[in-house]
């Protein structure tokens, strides 16, 4: 809005306004905006909750350490979800397609999140949506934007071939040409990709989901991978970067750097808050629109194996999950780790929570820059 209002209305009058026309001064004022307004309206949002009484309830079988955390506010996902998107809305170019895109994915995937934080509250008890209604909707709204980015491709300059890291030359396209004779048009041949996006983005949005159990680490590993993304999203829309890493050039999500910005900001603004002992907990509609979020634009600038790095602590705890109930079910109730998600394990091992914290960012940290390594290293 203000892109439109400053630079293609008032640019002509006014040269000044020229800057407005760079990604990186737009990105930076996004950033800057979503932390202003997290910082800003985070004791309001704060207050509201506990005068709803959205409380968090905490399972009887995790770690009796977390038993007092019982009462504190949570939906600050709330919080999240709008320092995010007015940014967006307020610093990106908004007749580019894929803002709304990964803007409307992240809100589609925080109202799942709403929804099973709202159903916990209603009953006073932490089992939110079944398993299955969950799964449900987030692959209902992954499959969406897998369907919105196969009518886009050919204005946009959207490719279904995958990138794969240190096989610059090695690009397969999910989209089948011919499948037991049929055509390349046909709906089927597009099952592959759509199946493919459905689970990149709803396994990213449940791994983000899992790691929220501790005062800060979730957010704080989505501050490093928001980071990271912003960088990957940066160099794929520039033409000159893009060229001398030998990545497909897209210049149309290069927009996407401004969202990338704002979530970094936003979710500053909300660690601020959030960070041991924590005020207020993001809850479901949180980790599942900013897991959303890192899903969907991953998949939209083609770096969807690269999350294993970006989002590297997501994919671990969301592993030690499927470990230890493989382990529990397979071998007669025998377990890996003490307790699952992985965080809880260290914690169960004696860690602080303080100190489980730190050393995952850490780690957090050490993935991203190995996942921007690999920029050269194709």
């Known amino acids: 809005m203000l892109y439109w209002l400053l630079y293609q209305k008032l640019f002509p009058y006014f040269r000044l306004f020229r800057i407005f026309r760079y990604l990186t001064f737009r990105t930076v004022f996004a950033s800057l905006t979503a932390l202003l307004i997290g910082l800003l309206i985070g004791p309001f949002v704060i207050e509201r909750l506990r005068e709803f009484h959205v409380g968090q309830y905490i399972r009887e079988e995790g770690p009796q350490s977390h038993q007092k955390k019982g009462g504190t506010p949570t939906m600050g996902g709330v ?82 071939r995958l990138m794969v890291p240190f096989a610059k030359n090695f690009r397969p396209d999910l989209v089948w040409e011919w499948m037991g004779g049929i055509p390349h048009m046909h709906w089927l041949a597009f099952v592959p990709f759509v199946v493919f996006v459905m689970l990149v983005i709803t396994l990213t949005s449940n791994a983000v989901n ?118 529990y079910k397979l071998r007669n109730g025998k377990r890996i780790f003490k307790m699952a998600p992985l965080h809880h394990h260290f914690e169960l091992l004696g860690w602080s929570e303080s100190k489980v914290i730190a050393r995952f960012w850490i780690l957090a940290l050490v993935f991203a820059l190995l996942a921007l390594t690999t920029l050269k290293l194709r």
């Open 210 to 327: 899992l790691t929220d159990g501790l005062d800060g680490l979730a957010i704080g590993c989505t501050i490093i991978a928001a980071g990271a993304l912003t960088v990957l999203t940066y160099v794929s829309g520039h033409v000159v970067f893009s060229d001398y890493l030998e990545l497909q050039r897209m210049p149309l999500v290069g927009e996407l750097t401004v969202f990338c910005g704002a979530m970094v900001g936003g979710s500053i603004g909300f660690l601020w808050y959030n960070a041991h002992p924590a005020e207020v907990f993001m809850g479901d509609v949180g980790s599942l629109a900013l897991g959303g979020a890192i899903g969907t634009v991953a998949v939209v600038i083609k770096q969807e194996l690269l999350l294993p790095f970006i989002g590297g602590v997501f994919i671990l705890e969301a592993v030690s999950v499927m470990l230890q109930v493989g382990s």
């Open 79 to 160: 919080l999240i979800l709008i320092s995010i998107l007015v940014p967006t809305l307020l610093w990106a170019d908004l007749s580019n397609p894929y803002v709304w895109v990964v803007c409307l994915s992240t809100l589609a995937f925080g109202a799942i999140g709403f929804a099973d934080d709202y159903t916990k509250v209603v009953h006073k008890h932490n089992q939110g949506l079944t398993g299955r209604q969950k799964l449900a909707c987030q692959f209902l709204a992954s499959g969406a934007v897998a369907v919105a980015l196969l009518l886009m491709g050919g204005r946009g300059g959207y490719s279904t």
